[in-house]
């Protein structure tokens, strides 16, 4: 109590709660826009776009591809669907409404398999015939 | 109600300017991060110098004289897609030798862009360029001085399942 026998504690209390409150809704929020699948398709179209144009044929790629599976299984996208190449584009898809196609100039072939628990992307290049 | 606003000498407690300031903190810390996780990661330049390296490597290797002349299949002989240069739009490649040009793959608009972008300090929708001068040789071994110029601007596109 103040000199005036005012309680501060109740209104300080409240305001420590609703502080508390409003910034963990927005950490929540960061949170969850940077780890989106929006975000993560992009990331990995355009890290597998760099990775086929600077390769020859014959190279294998590994690509710890985790948070990828992650989100794709809580969004119940099937594992062949989640990378695709078509037409020269390498084509990502996590999320039911949108996928992102990212163009490479490189003429190969692509190959792609993915591990046993689906954390593993492969791409096996070869030349286009 | 009125006691969590207001104690008993009405001098208030929560104040309602309080609760706007938070609202409009929260619209800045949701709009900031929604602008900085919807702008796309720009991997232009990385792409050109990807493809200026690329054709730099194929072109190391004794040259025909059907190259010297614009004849070679280059997308062929240096394993590059040809729509994307053509069809797409997305990449440009010039190989030039004494200010002629050998082959101009791409938009023509790139070149211009290119050569106005040496000269700015950002153009955000104008191609990232990468310029090289190599030296190559012919069957005879005679060398040629060539300037490579490769540009990127491709920037993925977000589709519909």
New interface residues.
Partial sequence: MNK?G??IV??EV??LI?NVF?FG??FF??VN??S?A??LE??Y??EI??LL??SEPGTKIELNISDAYAIARKNNVNLEKMFLIK??KI?V?L??????????????DVIISYSENGEVLNLFIS??E | MNN?FY???GED??SIWWFAV?FIV?GG??FG??SF??D??D?RS??SE??IN?VERCLSQNLKSNFFDGNLDI?NFC???????EK?G??FLKISENDKNLYLFGTQKFDEQCKIKTRVIRAKYFPECYEKEIIVFDEEGKNHFLKIVAGSN?K??????
């Fill in positions: 005036r005012e309680s109740l209104k409240i305001f609703l409003f809704i927005f929020f960061v826009a940077s989106g929006l975000v992009q990331y179209a355009k776009a760099l144009d600077n037409d020269n084509v898809q999320s039911n409404s949108y996928t992102y196609s990212h163009t490479f100039f490189n003429d190969i030349e286009n | 969590l104690n008993k000498k407690i929560l938070l929260a810390v949701v991060t929604l996780y919807s796309y990661a991997i990385f792409e990807i493809l690329k997308f394993n590059l897609y040809k729509n994307s240069f797409d997305n990449f491709n993925g596109e977000t589709g519909n399942v």
